[in-house]
C-alpha cells in the first residue's frame, strides 16, 4: 500500500513539474541538409527593448569542447537567429557558472571575439523579451564542405563572420604580429593541423573517443605531409600541434623547413598518459572540469595558453595550402582562410563524427 502512495505522489510530483515549467518556443534549425529541434526558454527579463528579441547562446566552456569547437557551433546559429528575426548574443562561460541559471557573469567570448550584436549586456539582462538556450544543446558544428567544390561558400561564409563575430581589434593585432613572424608572402607553406590527443584518448578506453573523429597514427601524418610537400611544390611546412614530441618527430626530417611557433607544450610520456586514463573514466562534465583544474599543466588552461593555440590556428588559415585532420581547429582555419587555400586535404574520419 504504501509503495502505490510513493508512486502516486512521484507521479503528482511530475505532474506538477510539467503544467509549472517554462513555457518553450520548439523552431526548427536547418543545418546544410540536416534539421534540428531548437528548444528556447523565454523570459521578460525587463521593460528594455519591447520590440526585439534577443537569444542568449549559452555555451559552457568544456574540457572535451574546445573553444574553436564552440566558436565553429556558435558561426551557425548566429546565422540562423539573423535568418528569424531573433538578435543573438553569445554567453561563453565555464560549465559551473551555469548552475544557477545566470547569465553574463564571467563571459569569456568578449576577450577575443565581437558580439553580433551591439547593444550592451547590461541592457540585454533587463530587456522584455530574452530567450536562452539550455546548456548543450547547441552543439551544430558545420560540416567542412569540399574546398574544390565550393570554394564561393568559404567566400561568403568569411564575409558574414568579419561582419558579426570576427575578432577584437586589440586581439586581432596580436594575431596578425604572430603570422606575419611566420607566414610570407614569397614562400609557399603547407600548413598542417593534428589533433593527436583524440587518438590518445581512444588508446587509454575514453568511451567519447568514439564521438570525436578518428585520428591517424601521427607517423601516416608525417608520411602524407612529405607526399604533399613535394606534390604540390611547398617551401616550408608550418604545424598545429600541443605536443613536444610531434615537432621533434617533424623537425628530424623538416629541419629547417619546419615552422612552428614557440609556445607551452606537452610531452607525451607515463605521467601523460596516467593523467589521460584518470580522465577517460569521468562520467560527468563536472568531474571532467575539476580533474582538468587539479591537473592544470596538462589540461593546458589559462589565457596564455588560449591566446597561444588561437595564434597557432590563425596562421594556419594564412597558409597557401592545408593537410589536416577534422577538429574544430580545422574547421576554424578553413572558414578564416575564406576559400584562398590553393589545395586542400583531410585524412578520412571512420568514425564519421557529425560534430564538427
Same mark, same amino acid.
Given at each position: 500500500?504504501?509503495?502505490?502512495?510513493?508512486?502516486?505522489?512521484?507521479?503528482?510530483?511530475?505532474?506538477?513539474?510539467?503544467?509549472?515549467?517554462?513555457?518553450?518556443?520548439?523552431?526548427?534549425?536547418?543545418?546544410?541538409?540536416?534539421?534540428?529541434?531548437?528548444?528556447?526558454?523565454?523570459?521578460?527579463?525587463?521593460?528594455?527593448?519591447?520590440?526585439?528579441?534577443?537569444?542568449?547562446?549559452?555555451?559552457?566552456?568544456?574540457?572535451?569542447?574546445?573553444?574553436?569547437?564552440?566558436?565553429?557551433?556558435?558561426?551557425?546559429?548566429?546565422?540562423?537567429?539573423?535568418?528569424?528575426?531573433?538578435?543573438?548574443?553569445?554567453?561563453?562561460?565555464?560549465?559551473?557558472?551555469?548552475?544557477?541559471?545566470?547569465?553574463?557573469?564571467?563571459?569569456?567570448?568578449?576577450?577575443?571575439?565581437?558580439?553580433?550584436?551591439?547593444?550592451?549586456?547590461?541592457?540585454?539582462?533587463?530587456?522584455?523579451?530574452?530567450?536562452?538556450?539550455?546548456?548543450?544543446?547547441?552543439?551544430?558544428?558545420?560540416?567542412?564542405?569540399?574546398?574544390?567544390?565550393?570554394?564561393?561558400?568559404?567566400?561568403?561564409?568569411?564575409?558574414?563572420?568579419?561582419?558579426?563575430?570576427?575578432?577584437?581589434?586589440?586581439?586581432?593585432?596580436?594575431?596578425?604580429?604572430?603570422?606575419?613572424?611566420?607566414?610570407?608572402?614569397?614562400?609557399?607553406?603547407?600548413?598542417?593541423?593534428?589533433?593527436?590527443?583524440?587518438?590518445?584518448?581512444?588508446?587509454?578506453?575514453?568511451?567519447?573517443?568514439?564521438?570525436?573523429?578518428?585520428?591517424?597514427?601521427?607517423?601516416?601524418?608525417?608520411?602524407?605531409?612529405?607526399?604533399?610537400?613535394?606534390?604540390?611544390?611547398?617551401?616550408?611546412?608550418?604545424?598545429?600541434?600541443?605536443?613536444?614530441?610531434?615537432?621533434?618527430?617533424?623537425?628530424?626530417?623538416?629541419?629547417?623547413?619546419?615552422?612552428?611557433?614557440?609556445?607551452?607544450?606537452?610531452?607525451?610520456?607515463?605521467?601523460? &598518459?596516467?593523467?589521460?586514463? $584518470?580522465? +577517460?573514466?569521468?562520467?560527468?562534465?563536472?568531474?571532467?572540469? *575539476? !580533474?582538468?583544474?587539479?591537473? @592544470?599543466?596538462?589540461?593546458?588552461?589559462?589565457?596564455?595558453?588560449?591566446?597561444?593555440?588561437?595564434?597557432?590556428?590563425?596562421?594556419?588559415?594564412?597558409?597557401?595550402?592545408? &593537410?589536416?585532420?577534422?577538429? $574544430?581547429? +580545422?574547421?576554424?582555419?578553413?572558414?578564416?582562410?575564406?576559400? *584562398? !587555400?590553393?589545395?586542400?586535404? @583531410?585524412?578520412?574520419?571512420?568514425?564519421?563524427?557529425?560534430?564538427?
Amino acid at each position: 500500500m504504501s509503495n502505490k502512495i510513493n508512486m502516486i505522489r512521484g507521479i503528482s510530483k511530475k505532474i506538477h513539474w510539467y503544467l509549472k515549467r517554462p513555457k518553450r518556443i520548439c523552431s526548427k534549425l536547418n543545418l546544410i541538409d540536416h534539421n534540428f529541434e531548437y528548444l528556447i526558454d523565454w523570459e521578460m527579463k525587463g521593460p528594455l527593448h519591447p520590440d526585439k528579441k534577443f537569444l542568449v547562446l549559452r555555451i559552457p566552456s568544456l574540457p572535451e569542447q574546445g573553444q574553436l569547437s564552440a566558436w565553429s557551433s556558435i558561426a551557425y546559429d548566429c546565422k540562423w537567429c539573423k535568418q528569424n528575426g531573433i538578435i543573438p548574443v553569445i554567453d561563453y562561460e565555464p560549465y559551473t557558472n551555469f548552475d544557477d541559471g545566470r547569465i553574463f557573469q564571467a563571459n569569456e567570448w568578449e576577450d577575443i571575439f565581437h558580439q553580433p550584436c551591439d547593444i550592451p549586456t547590461t541592457e540585454i539582462i533587463m530587456s522584455k523579451h530574452v530567450g536562452t538556450t539550455d546548456i548543450g544543446s547547441l552543439c551544430h558544428r558545420r560540416y567542412i564542405v569540399d574546398l574544390t567544390k565550393d570554394r564561393a561558400f568559404y567566400e561568403l561564409e568569411l564575409e558574414y563572420i568579419k561582419s558579426n563575430i570576427w575578432f577584437q581589434p586589440q586581439f586581432y593585432k596580436k594575431l596578425e604580429k604572430a603570422s606575419q613572424s611566420v607566414i610570407c608572402n614569397d614562400r609557399k607553406v603547407l600548413g598542417v593541423s593534428v589533433r593527436e590527443e583524440f587518438e590518445l584518448l581512444k588508446g587509454v578506453g575514453w568511451e567519447g573517443a568514439l564521438l570525436h573523429p578518428d585520428e591517424p597514427p601521427i607517423t601516416t601524418v608525417l608520411e602524407k605531409t612529405t607526399e604533399l610537400m613535394e606534390k604540390w611544390q611547398c617551401d616550408y611546412c608550418f604545424i598545429s600541434t600541443r605536443y613536444t614530441n610531434t615537432i621533434m618527430l617533424f623537425k628530424e626530417y623538416f629541419g629547417e623547413k619546419l615552422l612552428y611557433i614557440e609556445r607551452e607544450r606537452i610531452d607525451i610520456d607515463v605521467e601523460y &598518459l596516467g593523467y589521460l586514463k $584518470g580522465f +577517460s573514466v569521468l562520467k560527468t562534465p563536472r568531474e571532467r572540469l *575539476e !580533474y582538468c583544474l587539479r591537473n @592544470f599543466k596538462y589540461a593546458q588552461l589559462g589565457q596564455d595558453i588560449r591566446d597561444e593555440y588561437l595564434a597557432e590556428v590563425f596562421i594556419l588559415s594564412q597558409c597557401s595550402n592545408l &593537410l589536416a585532420t577534422k577538429s $574544430g581547429a +580545422s574547421t576554424a582555419a578553413m572558414y578564416w582562410n575564406g576559400g *584562398e !587555400y590553393e589545395d586542400v586535404f @583531410f585524412f578520412e574520419d571512420n568514425n564519421h563524427s557529425k560534430t564538427y
